[in-house]
């Protein structure tokens, strides 16, 4: 019920190529879905994030697309630079769990000059 | 805006001996911060929720009295890890909520390496 699970494990990408990455939910209390960026040894920075009363939101290379009904919700990079060569995390937040996030299992991804 | 800072960035102790990470938040006031830990290539594995004043609530499976949290004031909040062993190194990371919303704003971790 507080999964997220996330998919590609990892994800291959030519520079200038669309990179999209997706999650999944169970619970359907969760009400804030953020995604976070890690370069190695560093900590997750804050992207981007989403509340389900609307099914996208873009903030420059990066949008969200929402899916309400079906439980999920993706991040797509536009003109994906080898410096978006990073680990990407999608998360989920809300009901019982108020504050806490669930994460995904992240992805790592890789942009190709 | 929303800085969080971590100190140390690297840690090495001994076996047995109790290392303190220090989480600060550096331009907001944090009435919650959240300690996590991650292992290479995995995702970020919640420890534990600490409230400022008072008792922080522990994510099941996790040692309170091994993983001692302090949230002393609405910027600072410490994680000491007691009685070290070497299956105790890993990367620690804190983060910190803005009190009117989810947002969580992460420190750049800790590297803790027992020996």
């Known amino acids: 019920q507080q999964q997220v699970k996330q998919s590609p494990q990892s994800l291959i990408v030519q520079k200038g190529g669309i990179s999209i990455i997706n999650c999944a939910y169970e619970n359907t209390a969760f009400d804030y879905f953020p995604w976070y960026q890690q370069f190695p040894g560093k900590g997750p920075a804050l992207l981007i994030a989403?509340?389900?009363?609307?099914s996208e939101k873009k903030e420059g290379r990066f949008t969200i697309s929402f899916n309400k009904s079906a439980k999920q919700f993706s991040l797509h990079i536009m003109d994906s630079q080898p410096g978006d060569s990073a680990t990407y995390f999608c998360a989920a937040s809300g009901g019982t769990s108020y504050g806490k996030l669930t994460f995904g299992q992240g992805t790592i991804l890789t942009v190709h000059p | 805006g929303a800085v969080v800072s971590q100190h140390p960035s690297r840690v090495i102790c001994k076996s047995g001996t109790s290392v303190k990470i220090e989480c600060r938040s550096l331009d907001f006031q944090a009435t919650t911060m959240f300690w996590y830990r991650q292992f290479p290539k995995k995702s970020l594995m919640l420890m534990a929720t600490s409230n400022e004043g008072s008792k922080a609530t522990y994510e099941q499976g996790v040692e309170k009295d091994k993983f001692l949290i302090n949230h002393a004031s609405l910027t600072l909040s410490t994680l000491t890890v007691t009685s070290a062993h070497p299956e105790d190194s890993s990367f620690y990371i804190c983060?910190?909520?803005?009190?009117?919303?989810?947002?969580?704003?992460f420190g750049p971790g800790t590297r803790l390496t027992v020996t």
């Open positions: 983060s910190a909520g803005l009190a009117w919303g989810y947002e969580q704003y």
């Open positions: 989403i509340r389900p009363d609307v």
